[in-house]
């Protein structure tokens, strides 16, 4: 059973930096692409960076040069590690991966940012 499992999110204020982990399991063949997206109750899931595990990399417009995504592929684990952080990055951050299998989500990990 495939299972993505985030941590790292928490409280931080305006201005600060938050390394989030999202490590698979359960795991069988190749991961193609691993990306982040983010949520906020009453809207829809939106797309933050995306890593197709052969140095390509995308990353939402809003996100672009604060928020970096990384790839352990000894470990199954992405990273991604969010600088100069805003009020308005508060959200609910999940993890994806794309397998030969389909595509699966981790369950999220909380991030608030306080102004």
């Known amino acids: 059973q495939v299972q993505l499992v985030e941590s790292g999110g928490g409280l931080v204020q305006s201005g600060g930096s938050l390394r989030l982990s999202c490590a698979a399991s359960g795991i069988t063949g190749s991961i193609y692409a691993y990306g982040w997206y983010r949520q906020v109750p009453g809207n829809q899931r939106q797309f933050l960076a995306w890593d197709t595990n052969e140095g390509n990399t995308n990353y939402a417009s809003s996100v672009k040069g604060r928020f970096t995504i990384s790839i352990d592929n000894a470990k199954n684990t992405v990273y991604l590690q969010m600088n100069s952080l805003k009020p308005d990055d508060t959200a609910v951050y999940l993890c994806?991966?794309?397998?030969?299998?389909?595509?699966?989500w981790g369950q999220g990990t909380q991030v608030t940012v306080s102004s």
């Open positions: 994806t991966i794309r397998t030969g299998s389909g595509h699966f």
